[in-house]
């Protein structure tokens, strides 16, 4: 089971990170990815790490503004996220997938977290 937290309001140019734990299962061996989905909008990748060499792949609008990274000893995966904008705004959501590729499909991943909000103001 995932849980992702971290989330809130800041203003435009402020910083957050997004936690997402894990339990039940053995996380090391799982490629965690995050997502998210704003109101209308389709779910959409944003950034992923492997559980292998821990390689990550981030979407291009959030490329040199986000960071994602893990620490199995905790079993959580971090995504530091700075120069935060408006169109940030959405629901962030980890994901947990058994292949050990940087998957930017939503299909990929098999377990889920509930969401954590993520509202950026102008």
């Known amino acids: 089971q995932l849980q992702a937290c971290g989330g809130g309001l800041v203003g435009t140019g402020g910083s957050l990170r997004l936690s997402c734990a894990a339990s039940g299962r053995t996380f090391s061996t799982y490629t965690i990815g995050w997502f998210r989905q704003a109101p209308g909008k389709e779910r959409e990748f944003v950034a992923t790490?492997?559980?292998?060499?821990?390689?990550?792949r981030y979407a291009d609008s959030v490329k040199g503004r986000f960071t994602i990274s893990r620490d199995n000893a905790k079993n959580t995966v971090y995504l530091q996220m700075n120069s935060l904008k408006p169109e940030d705004t959405a629901v962030y959501y980890c994901a947990g997938s058994k292949s050990d590729l940087r998957l930017t499909y939503v299909g990929g991943y098999d377990y889920w977290g509930q969401g954590t909000q993520v509202t950026v103001s102008s």
């Open positions: 790490i492997t559980y292998g060499y821990s390689s990550t």
